[in-house]
């Protein structure tokens, strides 16, 4: 897909704020605790690379993503750190991942076997770095039974190409101000935990909710994601413990300001008719770049006033009802502050219905990342 430079619409990623927000973290860490910053989904919208640097600059010592191709990126950028895929990938891949000293999460004992299959015949010199997943209530991926896991250490324990580097679970409710699901998982985790006779070099649980509100749960990793990137992981339901600085900004241009009188109609389906003369102004923006479409009725910032979406959002385009006639050119505020007003990835994922998390990650490649400070 193109990158749009010759348009004014774009991401600007404050790199200050993720080292801030990451620092922090770090610096709350247990002494022997790590912090392997989640860059997956292109560092949640941010750039994975751009981040990746941020948090390695913040004291992360090492990365998390979801697919082995985001793992490969951090490898041809030059980051030498562990890189832990957090997601089921195709065990034929395992020769590859060796090679590459990328770390697999091992789901299921089907996986391991045919992975040692591979592995044999590709004659890869080093092992494959395995983190066993625990399915403690999550229900996604990952062993839910001792037994089964007891199978899969002794296979690993038996295994010269295979390396049992990590062990952790994932919690669904961590963000939340109800913890007896929680609680619950933790119990699940500690039972078959405790049944192991060694423990790997990596046990880790905490995402970036577990680490801000059961940081005594923390272990020795913390897989920390959103808010690395300034967001707060509940949403609005729990207060974070320090302050978060948001990273990203979305701003663009008035690309046409013109009158409309009483009467005339804006955008597809002529869902808004002026009432009364009115400045329109239209901004090169929409739902092609994941500003969804449901934002109709929403606002903008600009000069320092919020300004509404009028009318339907188009793929590209977007109209918006100014208060006076304002030039082209106009700075445009899409997510971010302009004077005493602010619109946060929360008040845009709250209008859409959804997360923070999805709308950041929701910016398609068409718009620019710009990093500053
Ligand atoms: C995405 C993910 C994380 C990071 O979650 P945040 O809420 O962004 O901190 C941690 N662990 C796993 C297994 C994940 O999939």
Redesign the pocket.
């Known amino acids: 897909m193109v990158v749009g430079v010759h348009r004014p619409t774009k991401l600007v990623i404050d790199r200050q704020a993720l080292r801030e927000n990451i620092h922090t973290a770090v610096s709350r860490l247990a002494p022997g605790c790590e912090l392997f910053m989640?860059v997956?989904a292109n560092g949640y919208g941010h750039g994975a690379i751009q981040v990746a640097q941020a948090a390695k600059d913040a004291g992360a010592t090492g990365f998390?993503v979801?697919i082995l191709d985001e793992a490969l990126e951090l490898r041809a950028a030059g980051f030498n750190e562990p890189i832990l895929v957090?997601g089921v990938g195709d065990p034929a891949d395992a020769p590859l991942m060796a090679e590459k000293r990328i770390s697999a999460t091992v789901a299921a004992q089907d996986w391991l076997t045919e992975a040692h299959q591979y592995l044999a015949l590709a004659h890869v010199t080093a092992p494959l770095q395995v983190h066993l997943g625990l399915d403690t209530g999550m229900g996604r991926i990952g062993f839910k039974t001792s037994s089964s896991l007891q199978t899969a250490v002794a296979y690993l324990n038996a295994h010269a190409d295979l390396n049992f580097e990590g062990i952790f679970t994932?919690f669904s409710t961590a963000d939340s101000s109800d913890d007896h699901y929680f609680k619950q998982q933790v119990a699940t985790w500690k039972a078959l935990t405790s049944k192991l006779t060694r423990l790997p070099r990596y046990v880790h649980v905490s995402?970036?909710?577990t680490s801000l509100w059961h940081a005594e749960c923390n272990d020795n990793m913390v897989?920390?994601?959103?808010?690395g990137y300034g967001l707060n992981?509940s949403g609005t339901e729990v207060a974070a413990p320090y302050t978060l600085h948001p990273a990203m900004r979305l701003v663009s241009e008035l690309v046409h300001v013109k009158r409309v009188v009483a009467g005339e109609s804006v955008g597809y389906g002529a869902t808004y008719t002026a009432q009364q003369p009115e400045w329109v102004g239209t901004v090169p923006i929409g739902y092609a770049d994941g500003y969804e479409r449901r934002l109709q009725g929403f606002h903008v910032l600009i000069d320092g006033q919020p300004c509404e979406i009028i009318g339907r959002v188009c793929m590209d385009q977007l109209m918006v009802r100014l208060p006076r006639e304002f030039a082209r050119g106009t700075r445009v505020t899409l997510v971010g502050r302009d004077g005493d007003e602010s619109i946060s990835l929360q008040d845009v994922a709250d209008y859409c219905g959804t997360i923070h998390y999805e709308i950041a990650c929701g910016f398609t490649a068409r718009l620019p990342r710009v990093y500053e400070n």
């Open positions: 989640v997956k998390c979801a957090l994932h995402n970036s909710a897989r920390f994601g959103v808010a992981p």
